[in-house]
């Protein structure tokens, strides 16, 4: 089926340093979702996107739902050691509970202390 | 955002058995989704579940051998029939909360043996 492209797949960096991931897609989404997945629990919702071009942060976290709505990129600063896990973007064609989401491969984070 | 309790969270099963999982939701909704997550790979929907009438399953997943309950609008059942070593995987159930987006249980791990 349908997937998102999400890079990188892996990355192993020093406790402080800034993080990257992006996703692309083939086809227009109207909502881009980033989550955590902490080992032995089930993905949850860092940043929510919906307007392309929306600029959104979190806390250390910040999304941007890409101007052309293929794609989306998420950034972290100065990494901390909880900030392990694996990242996974999703797509969703339509909005709210009207589509389902199309999940990227994920990004495996770790963080040296 | 909905709290959603999946039982159980793990089990070890022999080839050709079936295992029922079940997601209890703490707020009526009115769609639930099934994913399964394959060893080291992202999350795949299987189907969709409305109260009420039968779930949708999307392509590459039959009735036959993912059978899904939707009985109220709190709770849904999947069953893995006949299982097999390739189902091996994580199956997590989801809703839409609305500006939470879409919540995840914490999945049930099934190694089939």
């Known amino acids: 089926g349908q997937q998102l492209n999400q890079s990188p797949q892996s990355m192993f960096i020093q406790e402080g340093e800034d993080v990257s991931m992006n996703c692309t897609s083939s086809s227009i989404f109207n909502t881009w979702l980033w989550y955590k997945q902490d080992p032995g629990e089930g993905p949850v919702l860092l940043i929510a996107l919906y307007k392309a071009g929306e600029l959104t942060s979190n806390g250390r976290l910040t999304a941007q739902f890409g101007i052309t709505r293929k794609d989306s990129f998420l950034n972290i600063s100065a990494s901390i050691p909880s900030d392990v896990g694996i990242y996974f973007c999703?797509?969703?064609?339509?909005?709210?509970?009207?589509?389902?989401?199309?999940f990227g491969q994920g990004t495996t984070l770790q963080v040296k202390p | 955002s909905a709290v959603i309790s999946q039982k159980p969270s793990r089990d070890i099963c022999q080839r050709g058995t079936s295992l029922t999982i079940q997601c209890q939701v703490d707020?009526?909704?009115?769609?639930m989704f099934w994913y399964r997550q394959q060893p080291g790979q992202s999350l795949t929907l299987i189907a969709t579940?409305?109260?009420?009438?039968?779930?949708?399953?999307e392509s590459g997943f039959v009735i036959d051998k993912f059978p899904i309950s939707r009985p109220n609008l709190t709770f849904s059942t999947l069953t893995v029939s006949n299982m097999s070593p390739e189902d091996s995987s994580i199956y997590l159930c989801s809703v839409w909360t609305g500006s939470y987006g879409y919540t995840f249980g914490s999945g049930t791990r099934l190694t089939v043996v």
């Open positions: 579940a409305n109260q009420g009438s039968e779930a949708t399953y």
């Open positions: 999703a797509g969703q064609h339509g909005s709210g509970n009207t589509g389902k989401l199309i």
């Open positions: 707020s009526q909704v009115t769609m």
